[in-house]
């Protein structure tokens, strides 16, 4: 065994190590695989003619402000999405009727998510 002292912003530490065989080693057990996260249910398939909205990035919706059904105009706020801690709207790309909404406040949505359909 050597002795060791150290000095750290003023105060003297003490410590020993020990050398040991290499083959006195045992390997130790290989951590257990975290279990594969729960894959996101699949989204309602669009009708014929309908348009997705998808999810531009991963994140957490916030809140939906349209049910189906509902007429919307081009711009209009269709729900919140939040990711990195910022709140991005995702908005009507043109005038139409919502035909599904696919995700509910809480859900966690990957890129590419389908969050709501329009006829």
Do not use: H, R, W
Request: net charge negative; aromatic share 2%; proline share 7%.
């Amino acid at each position: 065994m050597n002795a060791y002292k150290v000095t750290l912003n003023g105060k003297v530490y003490e410590f020993t190590i020990e050398l040991i065989n290499k083959d006195d080693i045992k390997a130790a057990p290989a951590p257990a695989a975290a279990p594969a996260p729960a894959a996101a249910p699949a989204a309602a398939p669009a009708a014929s003619g309908d348009k997705a909205v998808k999810s531009p990035m991963p994140g957490t919706i916030l809140d939906v402000k349209v049910t189906a059904g509902q007429a919307v105009k081009a711009g209009d706020l269709l729900m919140v999405l939040e990711a990195m801690k910022m709140e991005n709207e995702i908005l009507a790309a043109a005038d139409g009727t919502v035909a599904a909404v696919n995700v509910s406040k809480g859900t966690t949505v990957e890129t590419g998510t389908v969050l709501c359909t329009m006829a």
